[in-house]
C-alpha cells in the first residue's frame, strides 16, 4: 500500500502526468479538488435505510424498468465472484446484486445500497470516475485513489436519461485477486451494453404513446431513439440521437417536425411534403379509385385531380 500511495502522490504532483493521462488527471481530482489523501482508511459513508428509500423514491420508475436487466446481468457474470450495482447521477448505490456467499465481502468494501461512491467521497473508482467523465471506465485494483480500494476491480458504464442528462451509474465489480485485465475487458462490453439496454428501455417507457424511430449514429455504445407524437413532431430524443441529429444536448426539446430530421433528400418540403403524403395514403387505401379517395379527404374529384398533378401524381 506504501507504494501505492507513493505512486499516486508522485503522479499527481507531475503536470505532464495529468496532461498525458486520464487517470492521472482524476487522481488529481481526488486530491486537489476534493482534498483526499490515497492513504485514508475510513469506511465508505453509507445511508441509513430511511435516507436510502428516500431516495430510491425519487427514481422508483427508473429502477423498476432497469431491475430485470440487473438480474440478467448478475445472471453472468455473478458465478465469477461479481456484484453488480446501480447508483444515481450522485454515486449512491441504489440497487445492487452479489452472491449470498459473496454478500459479507461485498459489504465489507462497502459495495452496498446505500454507499456513496463518487469521486468526492472515495477518489478515483469505477463509480465515480464514470459519473465525473460521463463515459464507461474501467478502474482496476491499482488505477483505484485510495490504497484501501486497490484490491477491487470496477466497470463502470453511464446511462443517460431521456432529457440528455445523466441518470445513473451501471456497475461491475470484483474484488478476486486472480481477476484479469483481459477478463474485465469482457466484462466492461457487457455492462456497457446492458447500460445501453436499460437507457433504451427507459426512454421507451417515458413515451408510453409515442412512435419510437431508431436511427442511426455515429456513437455505437449510445442508444439513438426520437419519440414522434401523433402530430409528427419530435417529443424526445436520447442523448445519442440529440447528437447524430444535432438536437438540444440536454433539457425539454424545441418542436419539430420528425420530417425535417430525418430529411428525404431534395424535393417538397413542409405543407407540400405533408399534402403528397396524405394524398397517397388516400389513394392506396382507395386502392386507386380517385372518387373514393376525394370523399375520404373531404373534397371533390375534380380538386383531387388538379392536386394529384401538382404533386406529380398524374399517372
Known amino acids: 500500500m506504501t507504494d501505492h500511495i507513493d505512486r499516486v502522490v508522485k503522479t499527481v504532483g507531475s503536470d505532464r502526468a495529468a496532461a498525458m493521462s486520464s487517470l492521472a488527471a482524476s487522481w488529481r481530482r481526488s486530491m486537489r479538488h476534493h482534498g483526499l489523501d490515497p492513504s485514508e482508511r475510513r469506511a465508505p459513508e453509507r445511508l441509513d435505510q430511511r435516507a436510502l428509500h428516500e431516495r430510491r423514491l425519487r427514481v422508483e420508475r427508473f ?57 468526492a467521497a472515495e477518489g478515483t473508482n469505477g463509480i465515480g470516475t464514470c459519473l465525473a467523465e460521463q463515459r464507461r471506465v474501467t478502474i482496476h485494483r491499482g488505477d483505484h485513489f485510495l490504497a484501501r480500494n486497490i484490491g477491487m476491480s ?14 445513473a451509474a451501471l456497475d461491475v465489480s470484483s474484488a478476486r485477486a486472480d481477476q484479469t485485465e483481459g477478463f474485465n475487458r469482457l466484462i466492461a462490453a457487457t455492462v456497457a451494453q446492458t447500460a445501453r439496454a436499460i437507457e433504451a428501455d427507459f426512454f421507451r417507457a417515458s413515451f408510453p404513446d409515442a412512435r419510437i424511430v431508431v436511427g442511426d449514429g455515429d456513437e455505437s455504445e449510445a442508444s439513438v431513439l426520437v419519440a414522434v407524437d401523433s402530430d409528427d413532431l419530435v417529443v424526445g430524443a436520447t442523448r445519442g440521437a440529440r447528437k447524430a441529429f444535432r ?14 430530421l430525418f430529411g428525404q433528400g431534395d424535393g417538397p418540403t413542409g405543407f407540400e411534403k405533408a399534402e403528397r403524403a396524405a394524398v397517397v395514403r388516400a389513394l392506396t387505401r382507395a386502392d386507386g379509385n380517385v372518387s373514393q379517395a376525394a370523399r375520404a379527404l373531404g373534397i371533390g374529384r375534380a380538386t383531387l385531380y388538379r392536386r394529384m398533378k401538382r404533386l406529380g401524381l398524374g399517372d
Request: net charge negative.
Open 63 to 119: 429502477l423498476l424498468v432497469a431491475g430485470p436487466k440487473l438480474d440478467q446481468l448478475f445472471g453472468l457474470v455473478g458465478s465469477s465472484g461479481c456484484g453488480v450495482l446501480l447508483t444515481d447521477d450522485a454515486g449512491l448505490v441504489l440497487d445492487q446484486r452479489c452472491a449470498d456467499a459473496d454478500s459479507a465481502v461485498f459489504r465489507d468494501w462497502g459495495l452496498w445500497p446505500g454507499s456513496d461512491w463518487s469521486e
Open 154 to 167: 470496477c466497470m463502470d458504464a453511464p446511462i443517460f436519461g431521456p432529457d440528455g442528462s445523466v441518470l
Open 247 to 260: 438536437l438540444e444536448a440536454k433539457g425539454a426539446l424545441k418542436p419539430r417536425p420528425a420530417a425535417d
